[in-house]
Structures are given as structure tokens and as C-alpha cells.
């Protein structure tokens, strides 16, 4: 049975930094970052505000957007957040009121 998988990026309060994961479970991986159980760059760098992820079918899938992404200039990964969140707002909310 396939998992499915997310690509996602969380940022610091200024939105000054900024970090590109994967998960299977969004709601489980950004609660972890809200705790200070994220990465050890995401906890020194406060990253726990989700504001942007992307879903896959499978797990692979979101593996190699995230390989992409990452090689992206900061430019461009602003310009994709910018197209769903102009505001840059945090989605942690949005993503665990999905989960109920």
C-alpha cells in the first residue's frame, strides 16, 4: 500500500528563514516543529510556522519535489508561497483543523 506525502516549508516569526521538508503525516511533522522536536536548523532557527506545503499520491513522489525545491533560489520559492499565501500567514491551524 502506497503512503502518501507532503513537501512543505516552515519559517521563523520575521519570515527571514526559511525550510523545506517531507513528511507523510503534515499535521503530526509541524506539531513536532511547534514543540522545538523539529531538525536541529528548524529548532535553533525558531522555523515552527508552516506557510506552504504541497500534497503527493505517494511518498517517492513528494521526495523529489522536495530534491527540486531545495535547489530552487530563495526568489523563486518565494514567488511559489506567494501564489497561495501572499500574506505569508502561518498555516498550522488550517492544517490541523484538517486532521479532525
Known sequence: MERGGYIYIVS??????LYI????NLSERIF???SGKGSEFTTKYK?????????????EEAIAREKVLK??????????????NPEFK??????YQDRL
Open 12 to 17: 521563523n516569526y520575521e519570515r527571514t528563514t
Open 21 to 24: 521538508g517531507v513528511t507523510a
Open 32 to 34: 513536532d516543529h511547534e
Open 47 to 59: 522555523c515552527k510556522y508552516l506557510i506552504y506545503f504541497e500534497g503527493f499520491q505517494n511518498i
Open 71 to 84: 535547489k530552487w533560489n530563495r526568489e523563486w520559492k518565494l514567488n511559489l508561497i506567494r501564489k497561495s
Open 90 to 95: 502561518s498555516l498550522n491551524e488550517q492544517v
